[in-house]
């Protein structure tokens, strides 16, 4: 007898997906069902405003497979929602699954059967072949992967999504890394482990929107950027150097031709410049230290990443509870 109690979790993380998710459930018991996997399921209802509760209650009492229900106090965001949904976690494999059709059972499958042929192999993660997007938004993403990999010192692999399978220990590594800002993308890769790399195709979401607009992306981005590398402190002071450098040049300049040449000192336009450059890069230096001070100032708080409204559970009498996540 293993000690794990199933074989694999499914984590989905759901935030206004009242028309998916029984068809995710579904979906996930045939395929999976037609396997012979024993598998759970744990549902993450992140703060929903629409019915998405109330179907995965429904999920939860018709279900003939082990189902959990993390339902959140409050939308906290899809990586607080991971988290949350890994923290439930029994089986000896876990997999992060979108609650909205794009990721499909079969590719969980494969991803099963990579993990069951290679003990090397602690962790497939899927990665989108071509997307469908506007090249105003590829060209951002390529560029964010061209800074963040020069300067970060973990490796960020373009396309590779939250859906992938884990062994136990990497969910475990994962869940061990607390930080409030939490960037899933980075996290993965900081904690290492041989991941194998999957290509796949998403198919279209089959209900509902997309939660991510181009401004949340942008914001996404910079979090990550914050959180993984200090290299734009860096920037600062190279450039800080450099312009000082550069002034003590052009002040000798001045000098010398005072003296020696006698020319006036003349430049209205050059002090303005000056003035304007110089007020502005001051400017930029702050704001970066400042995005740096305001998340040292808010991961110093220690607020929770979640927390739970209620654990709804299929194997007991569904318990309610208002317990905060580990720090
Ligand atoms: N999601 C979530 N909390 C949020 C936003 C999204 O749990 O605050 C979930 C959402 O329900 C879905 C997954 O994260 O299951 C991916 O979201 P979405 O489909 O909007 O992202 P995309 O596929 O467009 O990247
Ligand atoms: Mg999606």
């Known amino acids: 007898m293993s000690e794990y109690s199933v074989k694999l979790s499914v984590v989905v993380p759901c935030y206004n997906e009242e028309g998916n998710v029984d068809a995710v459930f579904d979906e996930a018991v045939k395929v999976l069902g037609e396997r012979n996997i024993s598998f759970e399921m744990i549902f993450v209802n992140d703060g929903s405003t629409d019915g998405t509760m109330k179907k995965l209650r429904s999920v939860v009492d018709r279900a003939r497979v082990p189902v959990r229900v993390v339902d959140f106090s409050r939308n906290f ?57 506007g090249c105003l938004l590829s060209f951002f993403k390529r560029s964010f992967y061209k800074i963040i990999n020069k300067a970060a010192s973990v490796e960020f692999v373009s396309g590779a999504s939250d859906f992938r399978m ?17 960037f899933s993308k980075g996290i993965f890769s900081f904690v290492g482990f041989n991941t194998y790399y999957l290509p796949y195709q998403a198919r279209e979401r089959a209900a509902g929107k997309t939660k991510w607009s181009f401004r949340k992306l942008f914001s996404y981005a910079i979090d990550g950027i914050i959180g993984f590398t200090t290299a734009p402190l860096r ?30 000192v003349q430049g209205f336009a050059t002090t303005v410049g000056c003035i304007l450059l110089l007020g502005g890069l001051q400017l930029l230096g702050m704001g970066i230290m400042g995005e740096y001070l305001g998340r040292t100032y808010i991961e110093t708080k220690h607020r929770p990443i ?20 580990p720090e």
């Open 77 to 133: 965001g899809k990586e607080a929602a991971m988290m949350a949904g890994l923290a439930e976690v029994q089986g000896e494999y876990a997999v992060i699954m979108d609650g909205d059709m794009q990721q499909s059972p079969e590719v969980v499958l494969e991803m099963f059967d990579l993990l069951e042929g290679d003990d090397e192999i602690d962790c497939v993660a899927a990665v989108q072949k071509q997307r469908r997007e």
């Open 166 to 182: 884990m062994r136990r220990p990497v969910v475990d590594a994962v869940l061990s890394v607390s930080e409030y800002f939490r």
């Open 235 to 264: 920037f600062l002071t190279v450039s800080g150097t450099l312009l000082s450098l550069v002034s003590f040049i052009y002040l000798a300049v001045v000098v010398i031709k005072r003296i020696f040449l006698g020319d006036p």
């Open 306 to 325: 979640y927390i739970k409204r209620a654990t709804l559970d299929n194997r007991e009498n569904s318990k309610e509870n208002s317990e905060n996540t």
